[in-house]
């Protein structure tokens, strides 16, 4: 079954658009000329077709995309190998495929961007890793239109451009899988209906606003008889209109007896401006992202946008981190090699202002959790002598060790006595 999604309207019950076969509906010899005059004939109730292109022209969606794409493959991802009980970053080759270049035309900002977006648009990234023996010599991202996954034997196995893979080889990144184990979810697919009324609302305001303004109008009075006359009616009516925006005028004239009402809503009755504000919602809704990162402060305070920024790393980049991460250590090394794995390093996500980061990082050198060596780490610095050791404050002692001081002698009340003795 092919990756790649194909999004179909909504179904539903079907009605025919043939006026015969509605009794509301007057069946005069004009009656298709009076539908298609108040531009009713064909006309699809519809939602818009949502597709992965389409999705992206809603600005919210375009923003959580991209932004989840960029943050997720800006993270320094780091190779480990076990030496004891402790992991000691390494380098090599691999490090490099990993965060320099996966292959000799991709850097690894690009592939690991372009495997994001497709898991937060289609629900799937897969890349191909070449081998030679044991040695990975690249990594090359597949394309989700032209490859299938089947289960055959019950291996899994993935066909791209008429070869085939077996999943041990395939680096497979999924939002979330079906069912059967083979196919994904996509959050756009998924979310079609509300999307579709995203791309609604937009078509709405674009065509109110490129219209100068005017809302649809209905003609009252005497209608013109044939369809040739409709025709010219209609373009009289809209050449007046067009005229008086172009002159600037604030009325034009009518025929006697005739008159144009609006009909709908305008804009600002049907808060426009609210429900494209609640599309920013939805959209933080669909990719689970904090709704300041999709530029929206219109509830924000000093307070919770720190704590957004803090959510944003417990609850999303930490998550999607440790799939990549598993999904790697399996295919890099396999199912029960523990001598190395990788990691993504989010500290830089973490990052406070200057003050407090410092302040943080001298409260784990005094506390013994990291060396100054590592501190200075963390700020790409170079380490310095006696710098690998860990310091702990000199007033901070286990409980009970304290040394004893006895207490002085009180001379001051002995003074008093002798005085007291000598005057009597």
Known sequence: MRIAFEFLRGGGEQRSLNPLENPVVSTGSHTDDLLTFFGLLGHDPKLPTVTIESALEVPSNWCAVNFLSRMMASLPLHLFKKVGDTSQRVDGDLQMLLNEAPNPEWTSQGWREYIWS??????RGTTW????????LALWPMDPDRT???RRNGRKYYRFEAKEYPAADVIDVTFLLKRNQLDVYSPIQKNKRAIGLMLAMNDYASSFFASGGTPPLSLEGPLPQGAEAFKRAQADIQRAIDLAKQSGSPFFGMPPGHKLNPIGIDPQKGQTIEARQFQIGESSRIWGLPPVFLHD?????FNNTEQQDLQLVKHVVTHWAGKFEQELNLKLFGQRSRARHVEHNVDGVQRGDFKSRVEGIARAIQTAQITPNEARKLENREPMPEGDKLYIQGATVPLGTQPLLKAPADNGDANADAGDKTES
Do not use: D, P
């Open 118 to 123: 497709q898991v937060f648009t289609g629900g």
């Open 297 to 301: 402060l219109a509830h924000g305070t």
């Open 129 to 136: 890793i070449e081998r030679q023996g044991s040695k990975i």
């Open 148 to 150: 299938s996954v089947r």
